[in-house]
């Protein structure tokens, strides 16, 4: 919120400088509502490492605001709509449960652009969603969890059961199995995207379990210093957690937001803001995979590769893909839709786990 | 397997009966203080800082203890001196905990914290099957046991420990009798936030050596409900906490091996069992009657 002062001196040198022409207007502004505290190093920290960066690179011309921990329910739409009277130019919602209070706000606000993370409802020409193709990673992670891991069997700490993270298993099973086809996954559902002490307990329960390899689904950095203390490998999540594991950490999938948010609201001082529905992975730099390290060149060369195969195109959803009980569910060659993969709520074929419903 | 698994155990249950002993005492002496978890997490937040700047885990327990009792003393300073409502300024003293540590920490987020590391006696922890479990865990563990036991001898074999309980019984009487009824009170308060400070510091330092925002999730109000659970008995909090434990981390590895029972049900199971033992409790009312402390919650002042 570094707002006022530094904004009253940047339009008062631009004033100067380039006294009467259109840059000495106000600048524009940006507000961001988080579900957490932009200090849980997960979710909605990522978001405010986008916001920061959108500060960095717009520099005066943008002002920014945001409100954090926000419950998704009736106040956020208190929370959005008071945003949207206080002037904010364009107003991004960054959690699914912030949908429908979205589009509410929106309709009585059409000079206003909203923008709204991980949903699908656009009910107003000044709605648009983004999200992340966080799957793509999640391939990438299975393929080096195949190659690393002695035991054969990866654990894997999720959330809850919604189509996202079942995706994501799901990624990371396909990615095992192009390595090797018998490869395991242990799941353990942690019922909660954040509490470090149950993550941390989780990530126990799998390593006394026999799994040599970590990847989670939900958001501190707790399981990464477990597996660090007992000496094997894992994954990140939504940062870079290299700091918690130097020795651990094979890669993390990072989100990025920030190249979206600086588009975006270029777009609307430029004009040339629309409507749109974006879902980027790699090719958009909406993911990025934290440095492989932590093993052998081979691994990370097939790693790397792996990457650029998705990013020229190739999707981890194609055929021949057969469900957890054994029956087809895409054929050879066939690619999975995206509205299929958003409202995905079975296993593939090889995962043991039963999927709570 | 089964010692790592009994140790993940006494990990997840000493924070929780640390905590739930420092509020037994408390209660005890007729307060109640709803503002564990803001104790706590002060605790958290302050023992973590502590620690990173000096790079000793044991200064930031201590600091962790010291600053848990001080946000003890406010809770004291508002509903023994001036009298307010305890439930509210408990409530209060948690939401305010919550959000000042936030602020606090935000420039350790993202930071690998200093640990405690566990205790190491040649011979006797590389004893095979219980070397660990007995000699091999960290220090705080052990502190927690010792606390047991001396808040057990505290209470029910000490002169001080009976003017504690006769305060919180019937603070009149107590009062009528010579007893210094809020100084006693002040004492319990300051105790129980030094034992939620360092059940906070547990967190942040050996648990999960790490601060984010709200890491204790909720751990506060379930060392609350211990409280009542234990029937303010020192040694059944100690099996209440281990009992939440074993649950806890038992149902982590019955998903783990792939019971197909569903998660979300696994997940209720400490709290299903928690209420099952307080509903179990709670039928023999004479006995529940016995153990509350009778002016607990309720205000004192004297002279009037």
């Known amino acids: 919120m570094k707002t006022s002062m530094k904004a009253f001196a940047a339009a008062a040198v631009l004033g100067f400088a380039a006294a009467g022409t259109a840059q000495a207007q106000d600048p524009t502004k940006a507000c961001f509502i988080y579900v957490g505290p932009i200090g849980d190093f997960g979710w909605s920290y990522q978001h405010h490492q986008g916001v920061l960066q959108l500060e960095k690179e717009l520099g005066d011309t943008v002002e920014t605001a945001y409100l954090e921990s926000v419950p998704e329910g009736a106040d956020a739409e208190r929370a959005i709509e008071r945003f949207a009277r206080s002037g904010c130019d364009i107003i991004f919602t960054t959690s699914f449960g912030y949908m429908d209070a979205t589009?509410?706000?929106?309709?009585?606000?059409?000079?206003?652009?909203?923008?709204?993370?991980?949903?699908?409802?656009?009910?107003?020409?000044?709605?648009?969603?983004?999200?992340?193709?966080?799957?793509?990673?999640?391939?990438?992670?299975g393929v080096i969890a195949a190659k690393m891991s002695k035991a054969n069997v990866a654990g894997y700490i999720a959330s809850f059961p919604i189509p996202e993270v079942v995706m994501g298993i799901n990624a990371f099973m396909l990615g095992a199995q192009s390595v090797n086809p018998d490869f395991k996954v242990k799941v353990v559902w942690a019922n909660t995207w954040f509490d470090p002490g149950k993550e941390a307990d989780a990530a126990k329960a799998l390593i006394d379990q026999g799994v040599d390899i970590i990847t989670q689904h939900t958001d501190s950095t707790a399981p990464m210093q477990v597996a660090a203390e007992r000496g094997i490998k894992a994954f990140g999540q939504a940062s870079d957690m290299i700091k918690f594991g130097p020795e651990t950490q094979l890669t993390s999938i990072v989100d990025e937001w920030g190249p979206y948010y600086v588009k975006r609201v270029k777009a609307v001082q430029d004009g040339t803001w629309e409507q749109v529905d974006v879902w980027g992975g790699f090719k958009e730099g909406?993911?990025?995979?934290?440095?492989?390290?932590?093993?052998?060149?081979?691994?990370?060369?097939?790693?790397?590769?792996?990457?650029?195969?998705?990013?020229?195109?190739?999707?981890?959803?194609?055929?021949?893909?057969?469900?957890?009980?054994?029956?087809?569910?895409?054929?050879?060659?066939?690619?999975?839709?995206?509205?299929?993969?958003?409202?995905?709520?079975?296993?593939?074929?090889?995962?043991?786990?039963?999927?709570?419903? | 397997m089964l010692e790592s698994v009994l140790?993940?155990?006494?990990?997840?249950?000493?924070?929780?009966?640390?905590?739930?002993?420092?509020?037994?005492?408390?209660?005890?002496?007729?307060?109640?203080?709803?503002?564990?978890?803001?104790?706590?997490?002060?605790?958290?937040?302050?023992?973590?800082?502590?620690?990173?700047?000096?790079?000793?885990?044991?200064?930031?327990?201590?600091?962790?203890?010291?600053?848990?009792?001080?946000?003890?003393?406010?809770?004291?300073?508002?509903?023994?001196?001036?009298?307010?409502?305890?439930?509210?300024?408990?409530?209060?003293?948690?939401?305010?905990?919550?959000?000042?540590?936030?602020?606090?920490?935000?420039?350790?987020?993202?930071?690998?914290?200093?640990?405690?590391?566990?205790?190491?006696?040649?011979?006797?922890?590389?004893?095979?099957?219980?070397?660990?479990?007995?000699?091999?865990?960290?220090?705080?563990?052990?502190?927690?046991?010792?606390?047991?036991?001396?808040?057990?001898?505290f209470l029910f074999s000490t002169r001080a420990g009976l003017m504690l309980r006769a305060v919180?019984?019937?603070?009149?009487?107590?009062?009528?009798?010579?007893?210094?009824?809020?100084?006693?009170?002040?004492?319990?308060?300051?105790?129980?936030?030094?034992?939620?400070?360092?059940?906070?510091?547990?967190l942040s330092i050996v648990y999960t050596p790490q601060w984010v925002e709200n890491m204790t999730a909720g751990r506060g109000w379930i060392a609350l409900a211990l409280v009542v659970f234990?029937?303010?008995?020192?040694?059944?909090?100690?099996?209440?906490?281990?009992?939440?434990?074993?649950?806890?981390?038992?149902?982590?590895?019955?998903?783990?091996?792939?019971?197909?029972?569903?998660?979300?049900?696994?997940?209720?199971?400490?709290?299903?069992?928690?209420?099952?033992?307080?509903?179990?409790?709670?039928?023999?009312?004479?006995?529940?009657?016995?153990?509350?402390p009778a002016s607990l919650g309720r205000a004192f002042v004297p002279d009037r």
């Open chain 1, 103 to 141: 589009n509410k706000v929106a309709g009585r606000f059409p000079d206003v652009k909203f923008e709204h993370a991980t949903g699908y409802k656009r009910d107003h020409p000044n709605v648009s969603t983004y999200n992340s193709r966080f799957y793509e990673g999640r391939y990438v992670q």
């Open chain 1, 286 to 357: 909406h993911v990025v995979m934290a440095p492989y390290q932590n093993m052998p060149d081979d691994v990370k060369a097939l790693a790397q590769e792996t990457e650029d195969k998705i990013r020229s195109g190739f999707n981890p959803f194609t055929g021949p893909i057969n469900r957890q009980d054994g029956s087809p569910w895409l054929a050879e060659g066939e690619v999975a839709d995206d509205p299929t993969l958003l409202g995905m709520n079975f296993y593939v074929e090889g995962i043991d786990d039963k999927l709570p419903n």
């Open chain 2, 7 to 153: 140790i993940t155990i006494a990990t997840a249950a000493t924070p929780l009966l640390i905590a739930a002993m420092g509020e037994l005492v408390v209660e005890r002496s007729g307060v109640l203080n709803l503002g564990v978890e803001g104790m706590m997490i002060m605790g958290a937040v302050t023992g973590f800082a502590v620690a990173a700047m000096t790079g000793s885990a044991w200064l930031g327990v201590f600091a962790a203890i010291l600053v848990g009792a001080a946000f003890a003393l406010l809770f004291g300073f508002l509903a023994l001196t001036l009298v307010t409502n305890q439930v509210a300024t408990g409530l209060a003293l948690t939401l305010f905990g919550l959000g000042l540590s936030g602020m606090l920490g935000e420039s350790f987020v993202g930071l690998p914290g200093v640990k405690l590391d566990p205790i190491y006696i040649p011979g006797l922890s590389d004893l095979p099957f219980v070397g660990r479990l007995l000699f091999g865990q960290d220090p705080l563990f052990y502190v927690s046991i010792l606390l047991t036991v001396g808040v057990a001898y």
């Open chain 2, 168 to 202: 919180g019984d019937n603070h009149v009487s107590a009062h009528a009798q010579g007893i210094n009824v809020i100084g006693i009170r002040y004492l319990a308060v300051l105790f129980g936030g030094a034992c939620a400070g360092l059940a906070g510091a547990y």
């Open chain 2, 230 to 292: 234990a029937s303010w008995r020192p040694w059944r909090i100690v099996a209440g906490a281990y009992l939440f434990g074993g649950v806890t981390i038992g149902q982590l590895h019955a998903q783990a091996l792939g019971v197909g029972i569903p998660s979300q049900l696994l997940s209720a199971l400490p709290y299903l069992a928690t209420i099952v033992v307080l509903v179990l409790i709670s039928r023999n009312r004479r006995l529940t009657m016995m153990n509350t």
